[in-house]
Nanobody
Framework: QVQLVESGGGLVQPGGSLRLSCAAS????????MSWYRQAPGKQRELVAV???????SYADSAKGRFTIARDNAKNTVYLQMNSLQPEDTAVYYC???????????????WGQGTQVTVSS
């Protein structure tokens, strides 16, 4: 069984920073990608940033220049450093990973439970 556990959310003032962490655990054979999504009230879940096995990354336009995604392959952990946070960044942030539990098993998508980020003065 695979689990993704996020941490690091909270309340921060506009212009502040937060660092989110997501650790994947369980019977993991290989990880293809690890990503951060977010969902604000009344809105659809959207991709914030993704990192692939070879270190390639991609960001939503809203995250470019402010957020940095990083991955520790040894720990199966992904981080999201968020700087210059604004009220519009308020959302539940979810970790996602595309991985497989054995070489003969298919790639599957797994989600964490989410962590709340609130940007407010």
């Amino acid at each position: 069984q695979v689990q993704l556990v996020e941490s690091g959310g909270g309340l921060v003032q506009p212009g502040g920073s937060l660092r989110l962490s997501c650790a994947a655990s369980g019977s993991i054979f290989s990880i293809s990608s690890m990503s951060w999504y977010r969902q604000a009230p009344g809105k659809q879940r959207e991709l914030v940033a993704v990192t692939f096995g070879r270190g390639n990354t991609s960001y939503a336009d809203s995250a470019k220049g402010r957020f940095t995604i990083a991955r520790d392959n040894a720990k199966n952990t992904v981080y999201l450093q968020m700087n210059s946070l604004q009220p519009e960044d308020t959302a539940v942030y979810y970790c996602n990973s595309i991985l497989r539990i054995a070489s003969i098993r298919p790639w599957r998508s797994y989600w964490g439970q989410g962590t709340q980020v609130t940007v407010s003065s």
